[in-house]
């Protein structure tokens, strides 16, 4: 990253009108809709629905784990999402089978809507990163019984020689964005359940989180 250039900040598990109207008034740069099985799962009908109503200067991401092509194809093809993140060990030719899904859709250059996660444990991981053609990556946090949210970080120190943008997630909260930018130099950082409290988003620690960041300039 060069100097004076701010981070972008994506706010993921939006799943309620009232998360619309809070990333409304803040404007992150991204959020996220989890299609995965989770707790803060929404359907295809939900997210099309807020997304009505999300200020069009917020890109949409739609997240996935191991899911149907059909269900990612359209939530593109639908205008429901911008962009597509993998977050579960999807491999080359599940990845070649939904960029020649989204060229039949009249998708062109599909690789760019797409964001590929990897959950790091340790170096061994970022071997990996060479493997996706998805535009984007997205690192994130290993976890053996949850694809995403689990709300701790790994050994940012384990991150170098990264040529390409990337996401970062894990742990990322008020307490440490201020490290990970400074350090880590992310394109984005990735943030959910450090804005939360007893489980939805809190309006309050997502403005106090937005500040502190946008106070920010990359070194």
Not at 81 to 104: I, K, N, P, R
Not at 112 to 128: M, Q, T, Y
Not at 132 to 154: A, I, M, N, V
């Amino acid at each position: 990253m060069g100097d004076n250039i701010m981070v972008k900040i994506k706010i993921c598990g939006i799943r309620r009108i009232e998360d619309v109207y809070y990333v409304n008034q803040y404007l992150p740069d991204y959020i996220g809709f989890v299609f995965a099985d989770t707790r803060r799962k929404v359907s295809l009908e939900t997210a099309a629905m807020l997304a009505k109503e999300l200020n069009p200067r917020i890109k949409r991401v739609g997240v996935y784990v191991r899911q149907e092509i059909e269900l990612l194809t359209e939530s593109l093809v639908s205008g429901t999402v911008d962009y597509l993140q993998l977050h579960g060990d999807e491999d080359a030719a599940y990845e070649e089978a939904l960029f020649e899904s989204l060229t039949q859709h009249g998708i062109d250059d599909p690789q760019e809507r797409c964001i590929k996660a990897f959950r790091i444990r340790g170096v061994e991981d970022f071997k990996k990163i060479g493997e996706t053609k998805c535009r984007w990556l997205l690192l994130d946090t290993y976890s053996q019984t949850l694809p995403g949210g689990t709300g701790e970080h790994f050994n940012w120190d384990l991150i170098q020689g990264i040529d390409r943008e990337f996401f970062l997630a894990g742990g990322i909260s008020v307490d440490n964005i201020e490290r990970a930018i400074r350090e880590v130099k992310p394109y984005a950082v990735d943030v959910s359940s450090s804005l939360e409290t007893d489980g939805v988003k809190d309006k309050e620690k997502i403005r106090v989180f937005m500040e502190k960041v946008r106070a920010m300039k990359m070194e």
